[in-house]
């Protein structure tokens, strides 16, 4: 297991689930609100629920820990009244674990910015006008009023297709951040706060990030700045090259990353733990995931499709409901968009067992190859940057 | 074995498997159960009652496993060919039934023209034919396409095509004449078509009964189709939108007099709580279960009060009602102030979720019911759902509209069965406009 917080008990020795071949990982984290097996998706619940998805249903589907958002939240309803209602965890009633972040990445990218400086991160309300400095200490504060088990410093996010010295600007500055994050928790034992590596697409720079943030003792490093429209061939170096500079013992966070072959990769590159809103979201568009790509229910071709979305998968919806009911009741109704979310929150935790399984079984190798084969209609089909990444840590694919 | 034991299980034999079993009368309202219906007579519905109202075989917003945390469900749900016609094709290949390409429960269907929740425009009914409106526009059918469809559909019961839209306009008096005999000479020839289609061999018919607001022609309506053979009546026309309680009261009062003691009477498009006691005490016996939906669209939830204390002597000693315990005044003094949108008026049965004074208020929507809803969440979640436009409100609010309904209805039957109309009466409207009525 994977220590967090100065009380976190190891519960197994990482070196045990480790794969002989690649650099992946089988770990247990223990956390306040249970324990959460690795390698984990995390689904995202924004704004403190799973788009139409109930706790209940979550907790069906085995979801140990799940994501809600500080700027949202922190907006609507705010941070006094979720205190008031017992945290996150109450407001909500998710009595599992929660991970938030830390408001940066949200006003990078759904607000007018106006300005970061040292102080933090001004910008614009979108709801009043209203002009906010969210600072290190602001952030940590309203993810202390959450009370989630794993908090996100808040980091000076810079797009990775930026070049020039706004990155090493941004990547030093997120140090200064993550120091000042760590002094404003007033939870440490309970909330984990895990720094996140910046450097953009640089080398360089992300090592010194790795070299300067590892000196830190947190409970867990995400690896930020990446999947955000970079070319895959930049983004798995950096994954790989900052798994290389991670301590062992603690959890690695890939942050955004959902895609199913972007997941089993990066696991391979060392990576724990994952998030991204695309299977969710993906799902309210009527697209189901599937180990061999994804079903566009809304078309024509499966009104008469009576076969479940994945004759495999023991989701409530796969076991009740064929393609082509779900095909009609997207004219009707907002359940045919609840069916496929479930659906799709099944298929990547799935996923995320059939790997963790392997990899404790030591045959994750042979796991990745028949998983390509699936996904893809033909080897030449294979993502050139998946096979480099793969090779690059012992996984030929025939 | 009882009487009553032998006769259901000789109705269990019997072919025209539905079977009222009145059990009480009281001040007009009939007490019993609807048993026989299905293919092998294994649903029962309790009368007064109402059926789970869909949309394409889904309740709206619920998957299955949300839709099964409410521990009471009514034995029969609704579908409509708004819904549905688009899908013929589709059900004609399938061939066996919505239920089952819809993935629904074991559960009673009955078919109606129209979903009770949509307004359908007007003025497509022709001598031959009637108009739906599905997701891609209007929909023709003459009765072989509407008995084609009821094939393809396989419903345990359906209402038979009717022309009914006397009570979306202002019309004359040879427009209902013409209404009514229109829709005598479709039940004809549904029920020959119906005789001949072998998949609608278990399949019951309902009969419609028309007339508008003109009470000969209510009458005469009743008159010709209790002739016909048919299971039941539906009564149309008689919508909460298109006429007063009153009038609709007094026609209802005179239709049922004319129909046989021993065939149930669905009434279509009246679903507030008064409404369907004033109907319960006409003398009907079944409604249509979309009032919980309206209310849930328009980001509300079902509040009022329907315990009654079996026993008046009791009353002093029993535990306060719900609305006293949740220590609030009704969140309407006049629904006219709060039209929420065409989601439709809200009414005095119900709290405005999206009003800021439940932004913090942790108590559920109604305490000590036991929907999902309130068991694990309050109003300020809910609220913050609503003002967040998230999914989830919905689904929440349909669990907990749901049950209180069904709730009502459970109620209903209990002050009918216990001989407490009069305190349930009062009970359930006593949260009143002006507050001439006191809590007590």
Redesign the interface.
Known sequence: GLSLGKKGAVLRDPRDSECPVSKARACVLKLPHGAVNTPVFMPVGT???????????LE?LGCQICLGNTY?LGM??GPE?IE??NGLHG???WKRNLLTDSGGFQMVSLVELSEVTEEGVMFRSPYDGREILLTPEQSIAIQNSLGSDIIMQLDDVVSSTVTGPRVEEAMRRSIRWLDRCAAANKNPHRQNLFAIIQGGLNAELRKACLDEMTKRDVPGFAIGGLSGGEEKDDFWKMVTLSTDHLPRGKPRYLMGVGYAVDLVVCVALGCDMFDCVFPTRTARFGSALVPWGSLQLKQKQY??D?QPIDPECQC??CK???R??LH??F?????????IT?HNICYQLTLMRSVRDSIIEQRFPEFVRSFMKRMFPSSEQYPSWAEDALASVNITLD | MSCRCVSRFLNYFQRGGMKLELSKVVQGCRLGVLIGIGKTGQHSLELPGCLLYTRCATVPHLTQDTLHTLTYLPAGAQVALDGLAEHHEVLEEFKEGVRKFAGLHDTALFCSLHDPATNCPTGHVTNKTVSVWGSGGRIEMTAARFIAMQAVIQPDCYQSMADGETWQTNTSRKRVHKAVNRTLAHLDECLTLHHKTPQLKHTEVFGVVEGGDILEERVRSARETAKRPVAGFVLDGFQSAAMEQELRGQLITAVTAELPVEKPRMLQGVGRPDEVIACVEAGVDLFEGFFPFQVTERGCALCFDYNVTPDPEAAALSPPTVLELNGERPAVEDPKQNDVGNTGTMTQFEINLKDIRYREDFRPLVEGCGCYCCKNHHRAYVHHLLVTSELLAGVLLMLHNTAHYLGFFRALREAISHERLQDFKTTVTKVDFGGRKQLH
Not at chain 1, 331 to 339: G, I, L, Q, V, W
């Open positions: 704004q403190g629920t799973l788009k139409g998805v109930t706790v209940a249903q069906e949202h609507r309803p009244l008031k209602a407001f909500m009633n009104a008469k009576f409530a919806t009740r409901h064929s082509a009911y009609a009741l004219k009707s109704d907002t359940a045919a968009m609840h069916h479930v």
